[in-house]
């Protein structure tokens, strides 16, 4: 999961058998179900109130009681979602379409009583998106890449927020049928097996086979006025599939960018070739009250979703799309290929957690940091500037927490906070095994290499055990590289990164630097007043040089951003939006000043501040330097 920057400030991304048999003779299993395809049917044609209907048929049960859930937890998201929230109107119906008792006994569990008798069940699915307020994750309703949108000209299918599963039949195979209006246009991975028009030709039926539950959750769909492109990357066929509301962006310009940056991720992965097929889904969010708030994405082993702002200009989507597709693209090594026990036998209702977040979500950011360097898509400067970036960011969180206590217990307090550090620290830790195996080895092995042996070693169908990970890790590599894990990630030790720097051959310097105009060197210049419901400025605005050249004051509160008020419900969309300009933009922004309008109406100047900044140093020795490089280019 890639979760967007101000996402995160503001929080705190085949086998069909027959039908099932509604007969059977005695069998030596308390469950025939097990024999058959749990037959699950949703119906877009048949919306009210943006709930879709469900329908579920296990086939026969031979048990008395039965038990029924939807997600707590789903994977990659590592928060609390609880999809039953979402659900209305559940029935339990026996052959001859009466009720069933049904018990509720918790928010995502319903009991069925005289379950021999159970022919389906039925329910209605509510709109997650509708229902956000905030967005973000650890929040009430689901982070927005994990939701669900149920609306007349889009369908976002996560399908954990749509189908369920017994508890003795998680490893079942699942046929879905989706019926939708004729003029939708649909993408899934999920294998077709195929398609049936209606009679009266309003509406087509088509058919997917899942292996076992997993794949259901595995594999989210996209239903409606959409946008798609295909392009090849090595073995691996793209297909992007764009929802834009108001036609602001299309398929074909994301796809240039796309194609150009998997290209490039393709290259410096080489031989790892997991699927040949992978979907990216974007919704672009309109930025109304129902629109979803949550920005960034959620990845799975052939595809992902993403939710951005549709108002962005086509440079800063581009930017962001660069940013959060390609974590999510390289989550196909770690944890889809690499990964624990507890993520291959992950339980939706109650999870355990592996202590290897460094690596799952770490290790990804640091590739996606690092490959953009590595195939020339950024200059050695602009690298540096974004592992200052993360650095920065990551002094303002606990730095004195195990890395794998704080993975383990990721849902609970005081841990879950300090969850966004997964994409800050984490990827430092991952940047520090990457320098500690460039000296070790002369520059020949990295972190990359040392990924590409624990796939060998293990792969998406077999798991390794949590807790002997780090011996292994250091069997591989060199008894430094588990000091390092030992220290730094087991332990709570700070990692005096100007140690790593030094290698190679790089130092800190304290000038004027280059800035947004939220932050000043990862700073932020706000501070959200809860208990007003306002943001106004804070003293680090003096710091900020083109707010500060405009004579903004702490204490200002912006009321409108371009004639747009500001408000918390929609801070995150436009201070993302703000996040993203560049100079040059004109700009109109309203500040209340002790009941005064301040007007700051200007074109943007680059802004300025005093930090630190990451610099080759002259008296770095010719060996430092071969490090250096052997780590930017491998």
Same mark, same amino acid.
């Given at each position: 999961?890639?979760k967007?920057?101000?996402?995160?400030?503001?929080a705190?991304?085949?086998?069909?058998?027959?039908?099932?048999?509604?007969? !059977?003779?005695e069998?030596?299993?308390?469950?025939?179900?097990?024999l058959n395809?749990?037959?699950?049917?949703?119906?877009?044609?048949?919306?009210?109130?943006?709930?879709?209907?469900?329908?579920?048929?296990?086939g026969r049960?031979?048990?008395?009681?039965?038990?029924?859930?939807?997600?707590r937890?789903?994977?990659?998201?590592?928060?609390?979602?609880?999809?039953?929230?979402?659900?209305?109107?559940?029935?339990?119906l026996d052959?001859? !379409?009466?009720?069933l008792? &049904?018990?509720k006994?918790?928010?995502n569990?319903?009991?069925?009583?005289?379950?021999?008798?159970?022919?389906?069940?039925?329910?209605?699915?509510n709109d997650?998106?509708d229902?956000?307020?905030?967005?973000? $994750?650890?929040?009430?309703?689901?982070?927005?890449?994990?939701?669900?949108?149920?609306?007349?000209?889009?369908?976002? @299918?996560?399908?954990?927020?749509?189908?369920?599963?017994?508890?003795?039949?998680?490893?079942?195979?699942?046929?879905?049928?989706?019926?939708?209006?004729?003029?939708?246009?649909?993408?899934?991975?999920?294998?077709?097996?195929?398609?049936?028009?209606?009679?009266?030709?309003?509406?087509?039926?088509?058919?997917?086979?899942?292996p076992?539950y997993?794949?259901?959750?595995?594999?989210?769909?996209?239903?409606?006025?959409?946008?798609?492109?295909? /392009?090849?990357?090595?073995?691996? *066929?793209?297909?992007l599939?764009?929802?834009?509301?108001? *036609?602001?962006?299309?398929?074909e310009?994301?796809k240039a960018?796309?194609?150009?940056?998997?290209?490039?991720? *393709?290259?410096?992965?080489?031989?790892?070739n997991? %699927?040949?097929?992978?979907?990216i889904?974007?919704?672009?969010?309109?930025?109304?009250?129902?629109?979803?708030?949550?920005?960034?994405?959620?990845?799975?082993?052939?595809?992902?979703?993403?939710?951005?702002?549709?108002s962005?200009?086509?440079e800063?989507l581009?930017?962001?799309?660069?940013?959060?597709?390609?974590?999510?693209?390289?989550?196909?090594?770690?944890?889809?290929?690499?990964?624990?026990? +507890?993520?291959?036998? /992950?339980?939706?209702?109650?999870?355990?957690?592996?202590k290897?977040?460094?690596?799952?979500?770490g290790?990804?950011?640091?590739?996606?940091?690092?490959?953009?360097?590595?195939?020339?898509?950024?200059?050695? +400067?602009?690298?540096? %500037?974004?592992?200052?970036?993360?650095?920065?960011?990551?002094? !303002?969180?606990?730095d004195?927490?195990?890395?794998?206590?704080?993975?383990?217990?990721?849902?609970?307090?005081?841990?879950?906070?300090?969850?966004y550090?997964?994409?800050?620290?984490?990827?430092?830790?991952?940047?520090?095994?990457? $320098?500690?195996?460039?000296?070790?080895?002369?520059?020949?092995?990295?972190?990359?290499?040392?990924?590409?042996e624990l796939?060998?070693?293990? !792969?998406?169908?077999?798991?390794?055990e949590?807790?002997?990970?780090?011996?292994e890790?250091?069997?591989?590599?060199y008894?430094?590289?588990?000091?390092?894990?030992?220290?730094?990630?087991?332990?709570?030790?700070?990692?005096?990164?100007?140690?790593?720097f030094a290698?190679?051959?790089?130092?800190?310097?304290e000038? *004027?630097?280059?800035?947004?105009?939220?932050?000043? +060197?990862?700073? @932020?210049?706000?501070?959200?007043?809860?208990?007003?419901?306002?943001?106004?400025?804070?003293?680090?605005?003096?710091?900020?040089?083109?707010w500060?050249?405009n004579?903004v004051?702490?204490?200002?509160?912006?009321?409108?951003?371009?004639?747009?008020?500001?408000?918390?419900?929609?801070?995150?969309?436009?201070?993302?939006? =703000?996040?993203?300009?560049?100079?040059?933009?004109? =700009?109109? &922004?309203?500040?209340?000043?002790?009941?005064?309008?301040? =007007?700051?109406?200007t074109?943007?100047?680059?802004?300025y501040?005093?930090?630190?900044?990451?610099?080759v140093?002259?008296?770095?020795?010719?060996?430092?330097n071969?490090l250096?490089?052997?780590?930017?280019?491998?």
């Amino acid at each position: 999961m890639k979760k967007h920057l101000l996402s995160a400030v503001f929080a705190g991304l085949l086998l069909v058998g027959c039908n099932a048999s509604k007969t !059977g003779g005695e069998k030596s299993t308390n469950d025939l179900a097990t024999l058959n395809p749990i037959e699950t049917t949703l119906d877009l044609t048949k919306v009210i109130d943006d709930k879709a209907p469900v329908t579920i048929n296990p086939g026969r049960f031979t048990a008395e009681t039965v038990t029924y859930r939807l997600p707590r937890v789903v994977q990659g998201t590592y928060s609390v979602s609880d999809f039953g929230k979402y659900i209305d109107d559940f029935k339990a119906l026996d052959y001859q !379409g009466n009720e069933l008792a &049904v018990e509720k006994t918790d928010t995502n569990t319903w009991t069925i009583s005289n379950a021999t008798n159970l022919d389906v069940i039925t329910y209605n699915v509510n709109d997650t998106f509708d229902m956000e307020v905030q967005g973000g $994750i650890g929040g009430d309703v689901p982070f927005s890449p994990a939701g669900t949108n149920i609306e007349s000209t889009n369908f976002v @299918l996560n399908l954990h927020g749509f189908i369920g599963y017994f508890d003795a039949l998680k490893n079942a195979q699942y046929t879905l049928d989706v019926v939708s209006p004729k003029s939708m246009v649909k993408t899934s991975a999920l294998q077709e097996s195929g398609s049936k028009m209606s009679a009266d030709g309003m509406s087509v039926t088509t058919s997917y086979a899942a292996p076992r539950y997993f794949d259901i959750t595995d594999n989210p769909m996209f239903y409606g006025a959409l946008d798609v492109e295909e /392009f090849q990357v090595g073995d691996i *066929k793209i297909v992007l599939s764009v929802y834009s509301p108001n *036609k602001v962006h299309s398929a074909e310009k994301i796809k240039a960018v796309m194609e150009k940056m998997m290209q490039a991720q *393709k290259t410096y992965l080489g031989d790892v070739n997991t %699927t040949p097929r992978y979907d990216i889904y974007l919704y672009l969010s309109e930025g109304k009250p129902e629109s979803p708030k949550g920005f960034g994405a959620l990845e799975h082993h052939t595809s992902t979703v993403v939710v951005l702002p549709e108002s962005m200009p086509d440079e800063a989507l581009a930017e962001s799309m660069i940013d959060v597709v390609s974590h999510e693209f390289f989550h196909i090594v770690t944890p889809l290929s690499v990964h624990s026990e +507890d993520v291959h036998y /992950f339980d939706y209702n109650q999870p355990t957690f592996s202590k290897h977040l460094w690596m799952y979500e770490g290790v990804t950011e640091y590739f996606a940091t690092l490959f953009q360097v590595d195939q020339g898509l950024v200059s050695d +400067d602009e690298f540096y %500037t974004k592992i200052m970036g993360k650095i920065k960011s990551a002094a !303002g969180m606990n730095d004195s927490m195990s890395f794998t206590e704080m993975s383990e217990n990721v849902l609970d307090a005081p841990y879950a906070p300090q969850y966004y550090n997964v994409y800050l620290k984490g990827a430092l830790i991952g940047m520090c095994i990457d $320098i500690i195996m460039r000296e070790e080895s002369n520059g020949t092995r990295g972190i990359l290499s040392l990924m590409k042996e624990l796939s060998l070693k293990y !792969g998406k169908n077999k798991p390794f055990e949590d807790d002997k990970l780090i011996a292994e890790i250091t069997e591989m590599t060199y008894p430094s590289v588990g000091e390092f894990l030992n220290t730094h990630v087991v332990g709570g030790t700070p990692i005096n990164y100007n140690d790593f720097f030094a290698k190679a051959g790089l130092k800190l310097t304290e000038a *004027k630097v280059k800035t947004n105009y939220l932050q000043n +060197d990862g700073v @932020l210049i706000f501070a959200p007043d809860m208990a007003t419901m306002s943001i106004p400025f804070s003293e680090a605005v003096k710091n900020n040089s083109f707010w500060a050249e405009n004579g903004v004051l702490p204490g200002d509160i912006i009321k409108t951003i371009d004639g747009k008020a500001l408000t918390m419900a929609n801070a995150q969309q436009m201070l993302t939006e =703000v996040f993203m300009w560049k100079p040059g933009r004109e =700009v109109d &922004v309203r500040l209340d000043r002790n009941g005064k309008e301040i =007007v700051v109406k200007t074109t943007l100047t680059q802004s300025y501040t005093t930090g630190s900044s990451l610099a080759v140093d002259p008296n770095a020795t010719p060996k430092q330097n071969a490090l250096r490089e052997a780590w930017l280019r491998g």
